[in-house]
């Protein structure tokens, strides 16, 4: 089979192109980049006025499966991720059992295949169960193709386990992937600890159960020389410890998610649960230095830590309620808007956070456009304006605090691996 993608603005931040041209497809790989391909093939896209991307990467989903199937699946959270524009995503280990064993890696890959859809790559956790006592076995989860180690939803708190584990993942060429918290610092939190809490009436989750654990596995980072990723950084203090450690020659990345660019603490005033994430919503000052992080390049890459939850669990107490939203969906939507329109990224440094960047960070050869590479691509019409409805997503969950709102940028088709995955209709 080949697909023929014509007239669109080709972009591409490892190539440095930007300009209008056509891309031939045939089979897996893009055998042609020019201008004016001319094809006997009926199978023509015509992408005249909108944006052709190398395919997104999302390193930070929930697809809960398996052992919370009711929340999100494999495929359902491939179908919202195709339909988000990413050709490939990272699936953290917090699933019922965990992802720290060969197993368990083995079933996500298969049930990805069955899916037929976006690229599914395994995150394995650090620690068996993610209690934080044992390592996994790391070894036997490499062999069976994890891109990265991480305990997300906890910390490692005991310093010495986490240095043998950078030293074991060094070994591997495994980065890890840290979610930054001081569980005894933000126990019992549900927003960010300041004037809104107390307005609110709501228990706080200081800033310093983020800053002081960046900057512990920073250090950890520093001593063992493994490739450490911050993942959904939130302070503006985290991100002026990554500016320094970068340039102090530390092996580390970073990754924001686009609630936290998007939202300021001030979204909880409605108590409404779908603001409740983990980290919390922050303040104005937070939200404009993850903007300049990204700018300048501190941050690396985009990703939306897509946490699917029940309208039953989610429908209750803000106290009660769970924490995390769906982003698969709106992540580009909210890039686009937030960020393109507002002037404060290019489309070239738009896919360098989405597609280059998160690529590098697990060691995969894609997040680019080039003949003889990969026919993961993404299809964006920059100037369609769109609604979110609740009724919309394909998610198997709707717990977004973005329902209501207009953002521009709609994904118009989703290519794996030369295959159409999704198209508009």
Not at 62 to 90: D, M, V
Not at 120 to 131: D, E, Q
Not at 150 to 158: K, N, T
Request: glycine share 8%.
């Amino acid at each position: 089979m080949s697909l023929l993608i014509k007239n669109g603005r080709v972009v591409d931040a490892k190539n440095k192109q930007d300009g209008v041209f056509d891309i031939l497809v045939e089979g897996a790989k893009i055998s042609k980049i020019a201008k004016n391909i001319v094809s006997k093939d009926d199978n023509v896209f015509d992408a005249k006025g909108m944006l052709v991307v190398p395919g997104l990467i999302d390193l930070h989903v929930h697809l809960r499966e398996p052992g919370y199937e009711y929340k999100e699946t494999i495929l359902s959270g491939s179908q919202a991720a195709a339909r988000g524009g990413f050709t490939s995503i990272c699936c953290m280990p917090n699933t019922n059992p965990v992802i720290d064993n060969q197993g368990v890696v083995d079933f996500v890959f298969a049930e990805s295949k069955k899916a037929g859809l976006v690229n599914v790559f395994p995150v394995g956790a650090i620690t068996k169960g993610l209690k934080g006592e044992d390592l996994a076995d790391i070894a036997d989860m490499k062999e069976s193709g994890v891109v990265a180690l991480s305990d997300d939803g906890y910390e490692v708190a005991s310093a010495a386990l986490l240095r043998m584990a950078m030293e074991y993942a060094s070994m591997f060429d495994l980065p890890i992937i840290a979610h930054c918290e001081d569980k005894e610092l933000s126990s019992g939190g549900v927003m960010n600890e300041g004037y809104m809490s107390t307005v609110l009436g709501l228990k706080g989750i200081p800033r310093v159960a983020e800053i002081t654990m960046v900057s512990r596995d920073i250090e950890l980072a520093r001593f063992t020389g493994t490739k450490l990723h911050i993942a959904h950084v939130s302070c503006k203090e985290s991100v002026a410890l990554i500016k320094k450690a970068k340039k102090e020659g530390v092996k580390v990345t970073s990754e924001c998610c686009p609630h936290h660019f998007s939202l300021t603490e001030e979204a909880v005033e409605q108590y409404d649960t779908n603001t409740k994430v983990n980290p919390p919503l922050r303040t104005k000052e937070d939200v404009e230095a993850i903007k300049k992080g990204l700018k300048d390049g501190t941050i690396d890459c985009i990703a939306t830590d897509h946490a699917p939850h029940s309208i039953s669990e989610k429908d209750t107490e803000y106290d009660l309620a769970p924490f995390g939203i769906i982003g698969s969906e709106t992540a580009l939507g909210l890039v686009m808007t937030e960020l393109v329109d507002k002037g404060i990224l290019s489309i070239e440094q738009v896919v360098e956070k989405m597609a280059l960047n998160p690529a590098r960070v697990i060691g995969q050869d894609k997040g680019y456009l080039s003949e003889g590479g990969c026919a993961d691509i993404t299809i964006i019409d920059p100037k369609q304006e769109w609604v979110v409805e609740k009724d919309g997503f394909v998610s198997k969950s709707s717990n977004s605090p973005f329902i209501g709102k207009t953002l521009t940028g709609q994904v118009m088709a989703t290519i794996v691996s030369g295959k159409i995955v999704f198209e508009k209709s």
